[in-house]
């Protein structure tokens, strides 16, 4: 690491303290020099480090800028690669290629504060402005076939949930399969990618991408978004407050734990909006209603058709249209 990259750590470990320059060379092993240089490129990145005559150097409480260094803090297996981008194509396409180069392994990620060519489920853009929410996508390692791939977003769906609630103190609505609401808005989309052994249907590695908005800026967000799109705060004054770094990485700890052992967690359950709802579904160019009864042990939705017949819903068969979540 560099003297830059273990003094944010350090500094982070201790906001809103002031630390002495010669303690923080001592615990670096640097010189004084050092460390004034570290501070004045972190304060060109943003980081808001006050400083005074004889006092030292302090991060500011309130900042909240996402970094590797913020983000270890809290995580439970923190020896793990981390990636931070301002801007990307895809954090998805970036996380596969670490995992299919072996540069990076189970519970690696990567984080962008903007995507350019986001993605969501069969293909479609996942909007992704700047500062409006958290784009981060995790390779995964998890055993069995890609039957199990449904689980894995259940997982990640069931994450989200646990994180938000726990950071942000909000409650949301999981939609089935792989979306979160707040009341009628959708808040976070998630797109599972797994790649398989041909021979034995087992998954090699899976992305899991998760995109999160914490508020939605109207004067940027498309016209077509606004009546669905929402975000976990209702102000951007109200989203910057949210610690960042920790809510990244409690969705990487709940991950991974839910993907110990791939099976429907009760929360996914609980919190589900579908069940018990009347639905529409959109199978390529057939459009259908239907009531959703249960989700199934394996992820699968069971619904009800119009004839009476019932029916289990795959993964990536369809996508569910509700036209009122309240």
């Not at 819903?313 to 996508?319: H, N, R, V």
Request: proline share 3%; aromatic share 6%.
């Amino acid at each position: 690491m560099t003297v830059k990259s273990r003094l944010l750590e350090l500094l982070e470990q201790h906001k809103g303290e002031i630390l002495s320059g010669e303690d923080i060379g001592r615990e670096l092993s640097c010189t004084r020099a050092a460390v004034w240089k570290a501070v004045n490129s972190l304060r060109q990145e943003g980081y808001p480090i006050e400083a005074g005559p004889n006092k030292g150097y302090m991060l500011a409480r309130e900042s909240n800028l996402i970094s590797a260094e913020g983000i270890r803090l809290y995580l439970e297996v923190p020896e793990v690669e981390i990636q931070i981008f301002d801007e990307i194509s895809s954090t998805n396409l970036e996380a596969r290629q670490l995992a299919v180069s072996g540069q990076a392994g189970h519970g690696s990620f990567v984080v962008a504060l903007e995507q350019t060519a986001g993605r969501g489920r069969r293909g479609r853009e996942f909007y992704s402005p700047k500062g409006s929410g958290i784009y981060l996508s995790i390779i995964l390692e998890p055993q069995g076939t890609l039957e199990g791939s449904l689980l894995i977003t259940t997982a990640a769906a069931t994450a989200v949930y646990k994180a938000v609630k726990e950071v942000c103190g909000v409650d949301l609505g999981i939609k089935w399969v792989n979306d979160l609401y707040k009341g009628d808005r959708k808040v976070c989309g998630i797109l599972t990618e797994a790649v398989t052994d041909f021979e034995s249907g087992n998954i090699e590695f899976a992305i899991v991408g998760i995109g999160l908005n914490l508020y939605v800026d109207e004067s940027v967000f498309p016209e077509e978004l606004l009546d669905v799109a929402g975000g976990i705060y209702e102000t951007q004054q109200l989203a910057n407050q949210a610690d960042k770094n920790r809510l990244v990485a409690q969705i990487v700890n709940y991950l991974l734990a839910e993907t110990q052992k791939l099976k429907l967690s009760e929360e996914y359950v609980k919190h589900n909006i579908v069940p018990g709802k009347d639905i529409t579904i959109i199978d390529n160019e057939n459009v259908r209603s239907a009531r959703a009864l249960s989700i199934c042990p394996d992820g699968r939705l069971l619904v009800q058709e119009i004839n009476g017949d019932q029916k289990k819903l795959l993964f990536g068969e369809i996508s569910i249209k509700i036209p009122s979540v309240k």
